[in-house]
């Protein structure tokens, strides 16, 4: 590797990953994640990093000579001109098993804090009204049916957590079929109306994709049980808030909870935050202490791929075939 590449991180990263950038790199940081300040720092970058916010686009790969890998701190790979990457010949790579735990884990507390009114019981005790055990029902989510939308490594990891912990019954809808997770979870694949059907409660894993956004609408929501909850921990596009609102309003299904947004952060104006039966967290599923470490280190496949290596992580033909058509 020559002497002190440079990597551009658009956003500071956990000290574990930095650590190891800085012993052999020299790091540029990012003051803005407006396109004509990366497209400055990006001429003299050998290597970038990107958390959620901003985009690495065309213009910025083209911008940047030096340039040979592009690393993704976290999974989701939206914000990422993966075409232009490739006909650079620029290498991306990512940590798709880094937040499973953590995002499972999230979904779970979300699908408490619904089923028992966790947010609206906690307003109303704050506030003196002791009177509102009296009011509130929550409903148990042992031996319900869980249905995984997106079987991937969170999706799995969220399964598991649900049928060891609370005994439930799994299916899910995936382009795909996962013999592994029907053989150790007793799992169904579904198609996707009958997993809308038959849930009790919905976890929605997939990518942002083309074929996914707004994938989730009114015609979905209104085949649920009026006794069901959705949850999604992917990207906010993905389903149609709007279609959303409105059956919550009529009280058509029991819940939902998002931990994203279309639009992040959401207008004040946006029509889920006023409804008692949505419950909502900043997209931080993944940020526990234990995964921003597990991402940072998305900093040895950049050193691995300066030093002329192969990365553990890299995307895949199978993940570019998904994100086709997701070009800036």
Same mark, same amino acid.
């Given at each position: 590797? /020559?002497?002190?590449? +440079?990597?551009?991180?658009?956003?500071p990263i956990h000290e574990e990953g930095t650590k190891l950038l800085r012993e #052999?790199?020299?790091l540029l940081y990012a003051h803005s994640l407006e396109? /004509?300040?990366?497209? +400055?720092?990006a001429r003299d970058a050998d290597a970038i990093i990107i958390r959620f916010n901003g985009r690495v686009s #065309?213009?910025?790969?083209?911008?940047?000579?030096r340039l040979k890998v592009i690393g993704r701190h976290g999974v989701g790979l939206e914000n990422v001109d993966l075409r232009a990457a490739r006909e650079r010949g620029i290498t991306v790579v990512y940590t798709p098993e880094a937040n499973a735990v953590s995002v499972a884990e999230h979904f779970v507390g979300l699908a408490t804090a619904l089923a028992k009114h966790i947010p609206v019981s906690n307003q109303a005790v704050k506030q003196g009204r002791w009177e509102v055990r009296r009011e509130l029902t929550g409903r148990e989510l042992h031996g319900k049916t869980l249905g995984v939308l997106g079987m991937g490594r969170?999706?799995?990891?969220?399964?598991?957590?649900c049928r060891h912990g609370f005994g439930m019954e799994v299916i899910y809808f995936d382009v795909r079929s996962y013999p592994h997770v029907e053989n150790e979870l007793g799992a169904k694949r579904k198609e996707l109306e009958d997993l809308f059907r038959e849930s009790d409660l919905i976890s929605i894993n997939l990518p942002l994709l083309p074929t996914t956004r707004h994938l989730v609408n009114a015609r979905l929501f209104?085949?649920?049980?009026?006794?069901?909850?959705i949850v999604n921990m992917a990207r906010g596009p993905i389903w149609n808030e709007e279609d959303l609102a409105e059956v919550l309003k009529r009280r058509a299904i029991a819940g939902a909870a998002s931990d994203v947004f279309e639009e992040e952060p959401p207008s004040p104006s946006n029509p889920l935050l006023g409804l008692d039966n949505f419950v909502a967290t900043p997209h931080s599923a993944a940020h526990t202490e234990e995964s921003l470490i597990r991402m940072s280190l998305v900093a040895e496949d950049i050193l691995r791929v300066l030093d002329g290596k192969e990365p553990q992580y890299p995307v895949t033909e199978e993940v570019y075939a998904q994100y086709e058509g997701m070009a800036s």
């Open positions: 590797m /020559d002497p002190k590449p +440079k990597v551009l991180l658009y956003e #052999r790199c020299e396109e /004509d300040e990366l497209v +400055k720092l #065309r213009r910025i790969v083209e911008a940047a000579p969170i999706g799995q990891q969220t399964a598991r957590i209104n085949l649920m049980k009026p006794t069901a909850y």
